[in-house]
RNA sequence: CGGAGUGUAGCUCAGCUUGGUAGAGCACUGUCUUCGGGAGGCAGGGGCCGCAGGUUCAAAUCCUGCCACUCCGACCA
């Protein structure tokens, strides 16, 4: 993309509204512009990331093997009165009405509607077990909106939910979803570690929320460092095993880890000392087996092997996926701005042309920029007649991983700049080695 | 919902106390110089001063009501 061509609104102030550091620089940045409160439009650059992010997401979901359906944001509450969440959810649910005077609500979570699904079109056990899961756009309408897309009131979940036979398969399913979540996070260069949580509204025994530590996060941990040790990593798993799935869930949640909802000060104190960590976390996630509670209520019954009707054990998982977007922006930025981890980032390469018009730097960016792009990697070309700092600025503030700089007295030696965001570090090489050089940084990724 | 604030140019803000026909910086347009880390000069464009009432010869400024947004608290992916 050739910056004079795009839409990227940079603002060199800070807005007035913005609290929070990823705030500010998503604004700041250009990514989304507030609609009204807690309700943002996200331009090009935001909604590129939010893209990638979803993108990343169903490629984990359907590994797996969970199947992407998408269900209305618009729901009758016909169901949920079957279900009584209607009286129950309270006011944080937005209700509606049509022409009609019927009762509407924007969902603000699927477990009604999704059971109503699985449970009506399907009645043997032999159709279990299975795991449906949407990315969709959901309103709660909070009483306080903040922090940006960190507490919309509308936002993008990905909300996956889990159909078995019984608690253990049902397990198997959580466990599952611990393990791909994991997976998932790390694909975005985030950690985020999996604690034990309050099951809320939803209801339920099992269930863990992944947080991601970071000072401006609204819920307080307390954790064994040890925990900030694991990774997750390359390794291959098989979903379909139950022992490969229940051994990574004890791997990363054995030790102690909880956020100040299910806090133990008494468990706590028998982590040694040196390793005890309070710390601030933004949950990104949350994973529940909460048995036959929905299928019960809506009758969603498969018949078992032996001939009896019994009701359907579930579980659902959320990722919050307009919420990542900051919070990867508060785990990852300096003073300058945004830090893309490469997993993410809206565009994986930038070129600054020093010097735009003089024919030596116009042909060799555009000739980077054409090789770049066979190659499969999105470019931002930053060919405005502007000066160097200005560029650079720009760059650094919406945080793409690698600069390629182009100018006059570099390429009188045949070489360009390369220059990571992350450590600011630059090395000159030849144009052609800087096209290698990115290709083989985002072989892989 | 309780408490505290703020609405003036695209952005950040001044002006309001003590009413007199609207300001700055950045951004934008034209032009000249400059050009390897957000340059400078000259010339320009841009405002129902959140909305509606009221007081007054006169309201951004005073009064009343409403709306929107932000912050603190309870709630949440």
Request: overall charge negative; aromatic content about 8%.
């Amino acid at each position: 993309m050739r910056l004079t061509r795009y839409f990227l609104p940079v603002l060199k102030e800070t807005p007035a509204e913005a609290q929070i550091v990823s705030h500010r620089l998503m604004l700041r940045a250009g990514m989304v512009k507030q609609a009204s409160a807690g309700i943002y439009s996200w331009l090009p650059l935001g909604y590129k990331v939010l893209r990638r992010i979803e993108e990343i997401v169903h490629e984990e979901q359907i590994r797996a093997g969970h199947h992407p359906i998408l269900m209305p944001t618009l729901q009758s509450a016909d169901l949920w009165r079957e279900s009584g969440r209607y009286d129950a959810y309270g006011p944080e649910m937005l209700r509606i009405k049509d022409r009609q005077d019927r009762d509407l609500l924007f969902s603000p979570t699927a477990e009604e509607l999704v059971t109503d699904i699985m449970g009506s079109n399907i009645s043997s056990y032999r159709d279990l077990p299975k795991t449906l899961y949407q990315i969709q756009w959901k309103f709660r309408d909070e009483i306080r909106p903040r922090f940006g897309v960190m507490r919309g009131r509308e936002f993008l979940m990905k909300d996956g939910y889990n159909f078995d036979l019984s608690k253990e398969t049902a397990l198997h399913a959580y466990n599952r979803h611990l393990v791909s979540y994991l997976r998932t996070y790390e694909r975005m260069g985030l950690q985020a570690i999996p604690m034990r949580a309050d099951s809320g509204p939803i209801g339920g025994d099992y269930t863990h929320e992944f947080l991601v530590l970071a000072e401006t996060g609204e819920s307080e941990v307390f954790y064994d460092s040890e925990i900030t040790d694991l990774s997750f990593g390359e390794r291959e798993i098989d979903y379909d095993s139950a022992e490969q799935c229940q051994g990574v869930l004890e791997e990363f949640t054995s030790r102690y880890a909880r956020t100040d909802e299910t806090h133990d000060a008494a468990l706590f104190n028998q982590v040694p000392e040196e390793r005890r960590r309070t710390a601030r976390g933004i949950e990104v996630g949350q994973i529940f087996y909460f048995g036959t509670m929905y299928s019960d209520k809506l009758g969603a019954t498969v018949t078992d092997q032996n001939g009896d009707k019994v009701a359907l054990h579930m579980g659902s998982h959320g990722i919050g996926i307009s919420r990542l977007v900051g919070a990867i922006i508060e785990a990852s930025h300096d003073d300058k701005g945004i830090i893309w981890p490469e997993g993410v980032t809206p565009f994986q390469v930038a070129i600054v042309n020093l010097k735009q018009g003089d024919e030596a730097c116009d042909g060799a960016c555009e000739s980077l920029y054409q090789q770049l792009g066979k190659a499969g990697l999105e470019v931002l070309y930053d060919d405005r007649d502007e000066r160097a700092g200005a560029k650079f600025a720009t760059m650094e503030l919406i945080g793409i991983p690698w600069r390629l700089t182009v100018g006059p007295r570099g390429l009188k030696n045949g070489v360009v700049e390369v220059t990571s965001r992350r450590t600011g570090e630059a090395e000159e090489m030849t144009p052609e080695a800087a096209v290698a050089r990115m290709v083989e940084t985002y072989a892989g990724i």
